[in-house]
């Protein structure tokens, strides 16, 4: 079966860094994307990685570690606008399989 | 550019009854898969279309059943309604190229199951 692991709630103060971890386990794995979600409105792509390592886009940089099945995404100077949830999602051929979603809440 | 447009937004419907979920992809993709929300959950897969064919089809009974046009644009039906079919149903279009394929998500349809 699939099984993707997030914590289910954060919360970080503005300006700070936070890690939000995902570990998942699927029978197939081409990739690890991360979307994030704000309440009420669509999921919108934030980053993926294929291979291990870190991928860096501006404030927001992921991990991936296919061996251990691991994956972090990191937010850095932390804005209000940055609450929202955040979903890994592990991609296996033409299926997304997605976890829970951790919720970020960003506080003054 | 028009990215993923879904209709209806919101929808109430009664046990039983059946609802079709409209889809057309962002302009230049060519495949649409539809997800599933429960309140509170990460969406899961319903199915993938790609050429007008059903290409791959997650954990969901025969009640949910699809098709895609050959302007890309894509319906999801769902027959027999539960109440437990009551969650934000994603539609999601990509190009299909070698390798990971970004999603576009679009907003989304609320289905209330009374």
Known sequence: GQNIDQPTEMTATEGAIVQINCTY????????????????????FLSYNVLDGLEEKGRFSSFLSRSK???????????????????????????FYFG????????P | DAGVTQSPTHLIK???????LRCSP????????????????????????????ERQRGNFPDRFSGHQFPNYSSELNVNALLLGDSALYLCASSLEVTGANVLTFGAGSRLTVL
């Open chain 1, 25 to 44: 386990q699927t029978s197939g794995f081409n990739g690890l994307f991360w979307y994030q979600q704000h309440a009420g409105e669509a999921p919108t």
């Open chain 1, 69 to 95: 099945g691991y994956s972090y995404l990191l937010l850095k100077e932390l804005q209000m606008k940055d609450s929202a949830s955040y979903l890994c999602a592990a991609h296996n051929f033409n299926k």
């Open chain 1, 100 to 107: 829970s979603g951790t919720k970020l809440n960003v506080k």
């Open chain 2, 14 to 20: 009664t046990r039983g009854q059946q609802v079709t």
């Open chain 2, 26 to 53: 962002k302009s230049g993709h060519d495949t649409v898969s539809w997800y599933q929300q429960a309140l509170g959950q990460g969406p899961q897969f319903i199915f993938q279309y790609y050429e007008e064919e």
